[in-house]
């Protein structure tokens, strides 16, 4: 069975730090494009960062540039986003999503809400 299973997720201060993991099972993220994406209360869901499976060529929406960072192990089949100096609008539930390798740039994929699958989400709360 596919599955993403994104984990994280919680309750931080304004300023501080959350490293959200997503499990691919089923799949081989070597043959995949990876992405983050997040839904804040009474939004759009948004792209914000997308990596290519297999030369981890990057995209970052701007707001989030310089305090994200998207990586992968894919010996571990894992997907991260570490996440700093939290702001109260990085709130809101962060999907994962992985896209076969190759169909389009990284930076359509976040823009376009592109995936082939998707996890179920984590909420992160930034609040003080």
């Known amino acids: 069975q596919l599955q993403l299973v994104e984990s994280g997720g919680g309750l931080v201060q304004p300023g501080g730090s959350l490293r959200l993991s997503c499990a691919a099972v089923?799949?081989?993220?070597?043959?995949?494009?990876i992405g983050w994406f997040r839904q804040a209360p009474g939004k759009e869901r948004e792209g914000v960062s997308c990596m290519t499976g297999y030369n981890g060529v990057t995209y970052y929406v701007d707001s989030v540039k310089g305090r994200f960072i998207i990586s992968s192990d894919n010996a571990k089949n894992t997907v991260y986003l570490q996440m700093n100096s939290l702001k109260p609008e990085d709130t809101g539930v962060y999907y994962c999503?992985?896209?076969?390798?190759?169909?389009?740039?990284?930076?359509?994929?976040?823009?376009?809400?592109?995936?082939?699958?998707w996890g179920q989400g984590t909420r992160v709360t930034v609040s003080s």
């Open positions: 999503a992985v896209l076969g390798r190759g169909v389009t740039t990284v930076q359509k994929m976040c823009q376009m809400n592109l995936g082939n699958y």
């Open positions: 089923g799949l081989n993220l070597d043959y995949y494009d």
